[in-house]
């Protein structure tokens, strides 16, 4: 109410300096109440957005320690097949190495697709979240009389006191605690490159 009263002080001060005549105010043309919200910080600090990030990491860790399992294998194939050249004949030795060649190659794409399929679920599992929080932000900008809200990443400076942020966390809190992230399939995997050309 106090920034409305500023605003329209301002105005008639402006008219009066310049000798402009002032329009009527109508309703429409009452100004915007802005707030603010930190999404990022929001998300780091709800329990949702730390339990996605930590089933994240744990997935993450796994897959590495499976990928290094199998990459150590390989290299023992190969370091194998490097003492034993002597004893194959020229075909054998080309057959050996290009079946290792091709299983360094498929371990590979393996792993690629199994990082993407990770990082498509952590996407989807994010998706969950932003949905919830659509209609909390706009209960509370309803609540405090707001129209317009604005994210912390585009506020220049200040706007402290607009800041809604402390609110919304509670209310995301309140509502959605955790939310499973669950590699995508495949299939869905498939559906989701094909969809993305």
Same mark, same amino acid.
């Given at each position: 109410m106090k920034f409305k009263l500023i605003v329209s002080r301002l105005l008639v001060a402006a008219a009066l300096a310049t000798g402009v005549s002032l329009p009527s105010m109508s309703v429409a043309a009452t100004p915007a109440v802005i707030f603010i919200v930190d999404t990022e910080a929001v998300f780091a600090q709800s329990k949702v957005g730390q339990s996605i990030r930590t089933q994240f990491e744990d997935q993450a860790k796994k897959l590495q320690a499976e990928g290094k399992k199998t990459e150590d294998a390989i290299q023992a194939d190969a370091k194998?097949?490097?003492?034993?050249?002597?004893?194959?004949?020229?075909?054998?030795l080309q057959k050996k190495f290009q079946a290792l060649q091709k299983r360094e190659a498929e371990f590979q794409q393996s792993m690629q697709r199994k990082g993407q399929s990770l990082q498509l679920g952590l996407q989807r599992a994010n998706?969950?979240?932003?949905? @919830?929080?659509?209609? !909390?932000?706009? %209960? +509370? =900008?309803?609540?405090?009389?707001?129209?317009?809200?604005?994210?912390?990443?585009?506020?220049?400076?200040?706007? @402290?006191?607009?800041? !809604?942020?402390? %609110? +919304? =966390?509670?209310?995301?809190?309140?509502?959605?605690?955790?939310?499973?992230?669950?590699?995508?399939?495949?299939?869905?995997?498939?559906?989701?490159?094909?969809?993305?050309?």
């Amino acid at each position: 109410m106090k920034f409305k009263l500023i605003v329209s002080r301002l105005l008639v001060a402006a008219a009066l300096a310049t000798g402009v005549s002032l329009p009527s105010m109508s309703v429409a043309a009452t100004p915007a109440v802005i707030f603010i919200v930190d999404t990022e910080a929001v998300f780091a600090q709800s329990k949702v957005g730390q339990s996605i990030r930590t089933q994240f990491e744990d997935q993450a860790k796994k897959l590495q320690a499976e990928g290094k399992k199998t990459e150590d294998a390989i290299q023992a194939d190969a370091k194998k097949l490097s003492e034993e050249r002597a004893l194959l004949s020229p075909e054998d030795l080309q057959k050996k190495f290009q079946a290792l060649q091709k299983r360094e190659a498929e371990f590979q794409q393996s792993m690629q697709r199994k990082g993407q399929s990770l990082q498509l679920g952590l996407q989807r599992a994010n998706s969950k979240v932003e949905a @919830a929080l659509r209609p !909390i932000f706009a %209960e +509370v =900008l309803r609540e405090r009389g707001g129209t317009v809200l604005f994210d912390q990443t585009v506020v220049l400076a200040g706007g @402290a006191d607009l800041d !809604i942020s402390g %609110e +919304v =966390l509670k209310r995301l809190n309140e509502k959605l605690t955790t939310v499973e992230v669950k590699p995508m399939t495949a299939e869905e995997l498939a559906a989701a490159q094909k969809s993305g050309q």
